[in-house]
């Protein structure tokens, strides 16, 4: 009973911190670096993983889907689990998918997707649709073009189709059609009825955009975007050339994983996830104060004027997918510790900070080689701690106060106090350097 009095404290404040992280590092995000990875050189299999659980996804905001492959025995499966609850809905997704990558083409995947959540493709098509050309078009001057090879040497598959299609073969003059195709403003239209064939080709445009030289210039860009409008026009981008990738990947490769004459095998995870109510305090300021005593309520609201208003008291925390099938497979087929092969879990969306920060500390303490989806700075307030092993969670929770201290100093004239532990330990060093 103790423990887990201790465990659900943890847990408040936890929450809390997360929630206050979430408020405070907008504010630092908005002007500043913040990180995150749109890189070709992710390995394949975690590609496919990543793409498979896409598509899986469906339409309402936030719903997360995870993907490993359990190889221990002698047919393949596809380990499936959900952040929420799962539903009829997401039995009926997988089950008419996986049979439409056996027997269908890559082109029937994205129409797959626009049937399955339409509303996700509408306002990722949207996002891309309100990238400023003007912008765009200075990027495209500053840029210093390579020949057609080069710049398009990774999507060499379907340059030939585009150069016919726009019959042009300058890369300044394609990238900017591609541009202009998504920035159609009747894309932006509320009552435009996306088509399958329409929806096709701007993730297509938008994967030979993403997959260009020029998407990948980090330099060159700094005097007329900040990092984080390049990384918002990159992750419109990237998000909407997931469908058209992910299509072909799947397509490609994922039926080698069929069984004779049996399909792909798959499996849900049951989600047996306990929803922990968590009531946390009112006042984004006291939650502030545990790490800067004397900062003031109203020093916080300064940093970020909407606070209090939507600061949530009260929610509930779940152990997000990833975590959950991390578990499950360690269960059923575990690593092989001192000689552990990489296992990799996909996800539709960047694994967030604590799931990041929790599985670096479990291969660091197991030996095992767990590798998932992106490198993402997002923080959820609804994160829960696993519980098992309580040495993990913790270095979840010393990373979160850190990163919030450091949001908090940045924002404010705030300088963190030293620890009780901190400052005995200094005083040791200065002891032991004055003998
Ligand atoms: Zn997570």
New binding site residues.
């Given amino acids: 009973m103790l423990t887990f009095l201790i465990a659900h404290d943890q847990q408040v404040r936890l929450s809390e911190d997360l929630q206050l992280l979430h408020f405070v590092r907008r504010g630092y995000l908005s002007g500043s670096h913040c990180g995150g990875q749109y890189t070709k050189y992710i390995d394949p299999e975690l590609k496919l993983l990543d793409s498979i659980a896409l598509y899986l996804a469906n339409d309402i905001p936030g719903d997360t889907v995870a993907v490993a492959l359990d190889t221990s025995t002698s047919r393949v499966q596809f380990i499936l689990a959900k952040n929420n609850t799962l539903t009829d809905q997401d039995i009926r997704t997988a089950a008419i998918f996986f049979p439409t990558i056996i027997e269908q083409e890559a082109v029937d995947l994205l129409e797959f997707a626009l049937f399955n959540s339409p509303r996700t493709v509408k306002s990722r098509i949207q996002k891309c649709a309100e990238i400023d050309m003007d912008v765009v078009d200075k990027l495209l001057r500053a840029y210093k073009f390579m020949d057609i090879s080069d710049e398009f040497k990774d999507t060499s598959s379907i340059l030939s189709q585009l150069t016919e299609m726009w019959s042009m073969s300058d890369p300044h003059s394609m990238l900017r059609q591609a541009f202009t195709e998504l920035t159609s403003a009747d894309s932006l239209k509320p009552e435009v009825i996306i088509t399958n064939e329409h929806f096709t080709r701007l993730s297509m445009f938008a994967y030979f955009i993403v997959n260009s030289r020029f998407f990948c210039d980090h330099d060159g860009f700094q005097d007329i975007l900040n990092h984080a409008q390049v990384r918002k026009y990159r992750r419109r981008l990237y998000k909407l050339s997931r469908y058209f990738d992910g299509a072909n990947r799947i397509h490609a490769t994922a039926r080698r994983f069929t069984a004779q004459d049996a399909g792909i095998s798959y499996v849900w995870i049951e989600n047996h996830a306990s929803w922990d109510l968590v009531k946390m305090s009112t006042s984004p300021g006291a939650v502030a104060s545990v790490y800067f005593p004397t900062i003031t309520e109203a020093e916080v609201t300064r940093v970020q004027p909407n606070i209090m208003e939507q600061w949530t008291p009260t929610l509930r925390t779940f152990i997000?997918a990833?975590l959950r099938l991390l578990l499950h497979l360690e269960h059923y087929s575990p690593s092989v510790r001192g000689n552990a092969k990489r296992r990799f879990i996909g996800c539709n969306r960047e694994?967030?900070l604590?799931?990041g920060e929790w599985v670096r500390e479990w291969n660091k303490t197991e030996g095992t080689r767990w590798i998932i989806s992106g490198g993402s700075a997002l923080s959820?307030k609804t994160?829960a701690l696993v519980g098992v092993p309580e040495y993990v969670d913790q270095t979840v929770i010393n990373r979160v106060q850190h990163c919030l201290m450091s949001a908090i100093e940045k924002l404010t004239d705030y300088r963190r106090v030293l620890s009780d532990s901190d400052q005995l330990l200094i005083d040791s060093i200065l002891k032991l350097n004055r003998r």
């Fill in positions: 997000h990833e694994s967030c604590c799931c959820f994160w």
